[in-house]
């Protein structure tokens, strides 16, 4: 037989069956619904048709006990209880088994015959379980479907486009026609006449592929419910096995996200489903003795918000209690007892995120491995979202993911380290902040920042992805950090620079490149180079062991040849301002000079000088004299000043001190090492 | 009669020999199409390198390339080949050869592989040329196993010795491919 039918077929009964079993679904709640039993009449009987049509005796005969069944119900003669809703489900169950062995051409992995006869006999067929969760594993295919105004949409833009480019050829040509000259050189106003021309055609290019990008974006989207519509049936099992009573409520399902979202969101939702009906919510008669309701209710809403989507899984079941969160913790190693006393009730919830936790005293078939939300979080980090819990003990739990509407356009900020140019998605990204060397602090060997009240650890980019530190970036003193936020921890890293952010395309790195720690994806810069968009949970996870950046080291030298403070020599003679400023100069001082009193006076008042060295015997003022009206100046009433001079008399250093200096160095014994110690003593 | 018949038989005898010939003239040259192999061969550790030209897709100047953090050697970096991330490999390490500069003659060799493309990074690219594999020498017994594992053999051609790949080998080797786990 041709595959064209076959596919044909094959995408028919997927349909047909979705339906069915949702419906089915539908039915146990509203039993007395005629208009829903037609329905799947409708379901049943068109499967019967196509799949007979084409010699699928299996499909076509399970869909025909399933109609008569039906059939039976719409008339009247045939009650709808339990069992009833049961056999229509193994009955669709069966079927989805048939045609999923077609599509994969294989034999039926059960005996047909049997499970007619048990049919035939009005009991409960069985089918060598492997539950509907399992066969779900298989993604999305590689085929989309796509509306098609959609298309029609996609195929006018690119006409456009053609339009657009057949303008900016003649464009070249009137630019050829002006570049010829052939009515003299062209004037500033055909000039200007070409430019505007050209913009508009540039600004309409700009608008046309913006669309055109939006349009393709779409053909990703796919509504929630391609992964929701088997959980009706999943938490129905699951409940019926442990003896509970368990609604599943799913509004905004037609909310559209990126396929490969979808994706990894099924296998999160899956766990929290099983999570939420094997540890949320009580049995029955524990609800009633607590005056709610028997039946529990487990609700999944999406809704759009902002940039994002928010889905939001709530149980009305027992809640999440701190205390015995954290007992269970303790127990099996996951903190110890200094960390269990600092957390608080809310932070408490948060322990089971991590691996290895699990609150089941008794380790079920369903959950309770120590596997559960870890895992969701794991995968959730992997799609850029986010996961929050909220409980209250004996009502509710809620688990709140926060998702980007699409994986393949992020916002994302740009830095260059090392040589090379990262992304970081913003929705990771704090704030930047330019780091001193006051503000960072060593805590246990580990360099931190204070940010805000809060510490804040601090790492190299650099270093932490084993790139060559450039510490020549040091030398104005501050480094930009990066302040990155995963959940509720916070990372300061350290890069060269940031670059301003942007909307970004992501890309995949392609099969030669599986994993790469810390690099999540790349993409194409605007000068056609690519960038690497780090993995923000990577730097999280290697920041702990990673070495420290060596910044307040790296300051502390650069603090030593730093200028050390500005001095200012005062001598009429050039031969000891040049030595002077020479032994100076080489000790990392920034030295000036005055010719003169009056020249130095001058020149104090336009610049703050640490220190003044002063000769006594000049023309015009004296050293003494210079002094005494340095001390009348605010600015320079706690300045020191070194008189320097060839008087060596005892009454020169008694005048000198009067006159409000610090020292007095007499020239004879004066060398480089009394003065720079002198200098140092009162400066540094 | 019988000198009719003779050279009729005579015309039959001309006639299958003519045909043997053709028919052996064509096994000729098809034996001889055997014995060429189309390849592109270029230089690495200053030695010159082959392989069938069917694994190329395409030949470029050495483009920008970004530094993955943390990967192995021979992973020189990721370049942008007309929208996809395309990793470029130098594979001189893994057939134990000098390591020489990449000069204004560098170039990378895009191959497809079933899985991926990868870009190969040569010192030059000499040229594509039908190799006769009459001087074909499987690979040196001397040379060791990680080498071996890469190399087919050798041929001996009036300029030289070419050393032929195993590009299939080279791109199912675990070493190539950076998987973090």
Redesign the interface.
């Known amino acids: 037989m041709s595959s064209k039918y076959l596919d044909i077929f094959l995408r028919e009964a997927d349909e047909h069956l979705t339906s069915l079993q949702g419906g089915v679904l539908r039915l146990e709640k509203e039993p007395a619904n005629k208009v829903l039993i037609h329905e799947l009449l409708r379901n049943a009987h068109t499967l019967k048709g196509s799949a007979r049509m084409l010699g699928f005796e299996g499909v076509s005969n399970v869909a025909h006990r399933l109609e008569d069944l039906l059939k039976e119900m719409e008339e009247g003669e045939r009650e709808v209880d339990e069992r009833a809703i049961d056999i229509l489900l193994r009955g669709s169950d069966a079927m989805a088994r048939l045609v999923d062995a077609l599509a994969k051409g294989e034999p039926p992995s059960f005996v047909v015959e049997d499970f007619l006869a048990a049919l035939d006999r009005g009991d409960v067929p069985e089918i060598a379980m492997q539950g509907p969760s399992c066969k779900e594993e298989d993604g999305f295919g590689d085929t989309v479907r796509a509306r098609v105004k959609t298309l029609d949409s996609l195929v006018n833009l690119l006409g456009e486009l053609i339009i657009n480019k057949k303008r900016l050829e003649s464009r070249v040509s009137s630019l050829k026609f002006l570049v010829r000259g052939d009515g003299g050189p062209p004037s500033l106003r055909e000039l200007g006449q070409f430019q505007r021309e050209l913009e508009d055609d540039v600004l309409y290019l700009d608008y046309l592929i913006q669309e055109l990008h939006g349009e393709a974006m779409e053909l990703r989207m796919l509504p929630l419910r391609t992964i929701t519509d088997g959980f009706q049936r999943l938490v129905r099992d699951l409940a019926r096995d442990q003896g509970k009573e368990v609604d599943l409520a799913i509004d905004g399902d037609g909310i559209e996200l990126d396929r490969v979202l979808l994706e990894s969101l099924k296998p999160m939702f899956l766990h929290m489903l099983t999570n939420a009906v094997d540890h949320g919510i009580e049995l029955p008669d524990e609800r009633k003795g607590h005056g709610k309701p028997g039946k529990a209710t487990i609700r999944i809403s999406a809704r759009h918000e902002g940039d994002s989507v928010q889905i939001l899984v709530r149980d009305d079941g027992r809640g999440m209690d701190p205390a015995r969160i954290k007992q269970a913790a303790l127990r099996r190693g996951v903190i110890d007892k200094e960390e269990a006393e600092l957390l608080g009730d809310e932070e408490s919830l948060y322990l089971t995120l991590r691996p290895g936790f699990s609150t089941s005293e008794i380790v079920t078939d369903v959950s309770g491995r120590g596997v559960g939300l870890d895992v969701v979080q794991k995968n959730l980090e992997r799609v850029k979202g986010t996961l929050s819990l909220r409980s209250v003990v004996g009502a509710c739990t809620e688990i709140t993911l926060q998702l980007p509407l699409s994986l393949s356009v992020v916002e994302a900020l740009l830095v260059a380290c090392g040589g ?1 140019c990262y992304a970081v998605p913003v929705s990771y990204v704090l704030e930047t902040i330019k780091v001193r060397s006051e503000d960072i602090v060593t805590v246990g060997g580990k360099e931190v920042v204070a940010l805000r009240g809060t510490t804040v650890p601090l790492v190299s980019l650099s270093s932490l ?3 060559p530190a450039r510490k020549e970036l040091l030398e104005t003193g501050k480094v930009t950090a990066v302040v990155l936020k995963l959940r509720e921890q916070l990372l300061a890293c350290t890069v060269d620079r940031h670059l301003g952010s942007g909307e970004i395309v992501v ?13 999540f994806g ?1 993409t ?1 810069l605007g000068d ?5 968009i780090l993995s923000v949970p990577d730097l999280f996870a290697h920041a702990e062991g990673a070495t420290t950046t060596g910044f307040r080291g790296a300051f502390a030298e650069q603090e030593a040849a730093r200028v050390r403070g500005r001095i200012l020599v005062v001598d009429d003679s050039i031969t000891t301002r040049t030595m002077e400023r020479s032994i100076l100069v080489s000790h990392g001082y920034q030295v000036e000079v005055a010719v003169s009193g009056e020249d130095a006076l001058e020149k104090v008042a336009g610049v703050q000088f640490d220190l003044v060295v002063s000769d006594v015997e000049m023309p015009g003022i004296n050293g003494f004299e210079l002094t005494r009206q340095l001390r009348v100046l605010d600015t320079y009433r706690e300045v020191p000043i070194i008189i320097v001079s060839s008087l060596s008399r005892d009454e020169h250093k008694r005048q000198a001190l009067e006159a409000g200096a610090q020292a007095y160095i007499v020239k004879g014994s004066f060398d480089q090492g009394t003065l720079l110690d002198t200098v140092e003593s009162l400066i540094g | 009669m019988g000198e009719e018949n003779r050279a009729g038989y005579n015309i039959d005898g001309i006639l299958k020999e003519m045909r043997d010939e053709y028919w052996q003239g064509l096994e000729a040259v098809e034996e001889a199409l055997e014995e060429q192999l189309e390849c592109v061969t270029f230089a690495l550790g200053g030695e010159t390198y082959a392989f069938e030209t069917i694994h190329a897709a395409e030949v470029l100047r050495i ?2 390339l ?6 192995q050697e021979l ?1 020189v970096g ?3 080949l007309r ?5 470029a490999m130098d594979i001189r390490p893994l057939l134990g050869l000098p390591q020489l500069p990449f000069g204004p003659s560098g170039r990378i060799i895009v191959v497809k ?1 079933e ?4 870009g190969l990074l040569v010192e030059s690219i000499k040229g594509v040329a039908a190799l006769p594999l009459d001087t074909f020498e499987v690979a040196v017994k001397s040379l060791s196993g990680a080498q071996r594992d890469y190399l087919r053999g050798q041929l001996q051609l009036s300029d030289g010795l070419v050393i032929l790949l195993d590009i299939g080998r080279l791109l199912a080797a675990p070493e ?6």
């Open positions: 090379e992805l084993g790139l890309k995949q790195l392609g099969a030669q490149m599986k994993r790469v720690t810390f690099v790349a194409i056609g180079d690519p960038a690497l | 483009p920008r970004v530094k993955i953090p943390k990967v992973i990721v370049f942008n929208g996809e991330i395309v990793a592989g899985k991926f493309h990868t190539i491919v950076i998987d973090h786990g």
